[in-house]
């Protein structure tokens, strides 16, 4: 009976420390997002800041449960790779579409939109802001709950 009890308490915790592996996000956080341009609790690692040469800015993010963007358009667009969760992006007068894990999002230039979790899941995603020459972001109003979908 105790090395069979011993055998599963082992199997269990290797079944566990894999599964915990496998949910481990590549990067690291980062800082939390400003309350000004973010609602809930949104992480911002700066991959690559943006600079003259490359006119390219790689943020990866983290938005929490129920967390979102506010309104905002990009004067040169924007790449998501959607690498964990679910969540939501808008543009303006379009319907919520839902986004998740391995999703491709092509945000056009100066097109008004957001982009968050759902209320039940966390989303990561790395936002490529290229040809950043043109500009980078025009934050707008917040996501009202209104607008937010409930689940
Ligand atoms: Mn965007």
């Not at 308490?9 to 990067?27: D, N, Y």
């Not at 939390?32 to 800015?57: E, H, K, M």
């Not at 309104?71 to 379009?94: I, M, P, S």
């Not at 759902?118 to 990561?124: E, F, N, V, Y």
Request: charged residues 15%; proline residues 6%; contains cysteine.
């Amino acid at each position: 009976m105790k090395p069979f009890f011993f055998t599963m308490i082992a199997f269990v915790l290797i079944i566990s420390h894999t599964v915990q592996a496998q949910e481990q996000p590549a990067f690291k956080k980062g800082e939390r997002a400003p309350g000004t341009t973010f609602t809930g609790t949104v992480w911002v690692n700066y991959l690559i800041p943006n600079d003259s040469t490359f006119n390219c800015a790689v943020g990866h993010v983290t938005f929490e449960a129920g967390a979102r963007s506010f309104w905002h358009t990009h004067q040169a667009g924007q790449f998501l790779l959607v690498t964990a969760g679910q969540g939501y992006t808008q543009e303006r007068g379009k319907p919520v579409q839902l986004i998740q894990k391995g999703d491709v999002v092509i945000c056009k230039a100066g097109v008004e939109h957001w982009h968050g979790a759902t209320p039940g899941s966390s989303m990561i995603h790395i936002a490529i802001n290229p040809n950043t020459e043109n500009g980078l972001v025009t934050w707008l109003k917040p996501v009202m709950d209104a607008e937010y979908p409930k689940k």
